[in-house]
Nanobody, 125 residues
Framework: QVQLVESGGGLVQAGGSLRLSCASS????????MGWVRQAPGKEREFVAN????????YYANSVKGRFTISRDNPKNTLYLQMNSLKPEDTAVYYC??????????????????WGPGTQVTVSS
């Protein structure tokens, strides 16, 4: 069973920045694409970004493109999400997830089989 643990969430003013981290217990972390997904109160989980196993390929939701950067450190088994120019509408619980080794662009929930418990990000106006 893979354990994923997010950290780095908190309260920040609009325009500010936060860096989320996700530590993985997967011994073969570098074999798997990873993603970030968020869920705002009363809304469905929403794809944010994903990154290929080597870190060479990334993909972002239009709502965060140009403001968020996904990255990974494979020797440290850690995934990151740098969030800049935060907006109140970015307020959500942010989850990291490990993608199944199946074809797909990583934008759908069913492409991921392990999830962290989430970390709260709150952006005040």
């Amino acid at each position: 069973q893979v354990q994923l643990v997010e950290s780095g969430g908190g309260l920040v003013q609009a325009g500010g920045s936060l860096r989320l981290s996700c530590a993985s217990s997967e011994p073969s972390f570098s074999y798997y694409d990873m993603g970030w997904v968020r869920q705002a109160p009363g809304k469905e989980r929403e794809f944010v970004a994903n990154i290929g196993w080597s870190g060479d390929s990334t993909y972002y939701a239009n709502s965060v493109k140009g403001r968020f950067t996904i990255s990974r450190d494979n020797p440290k088994n850690t995934l990151y999400l740098q969030m800049n120019s935060l907006k109140p509408e970015d307020t959500a619980v942010y989850y990291c997830a490990q993608k199944r080794r199946i074809p797909g662009d990583g934008t759908r929930r069913d492409e991921y089989d392990y999830w962290g418990p989430g970390t709260q990000v709150t952006v005040s106006s």
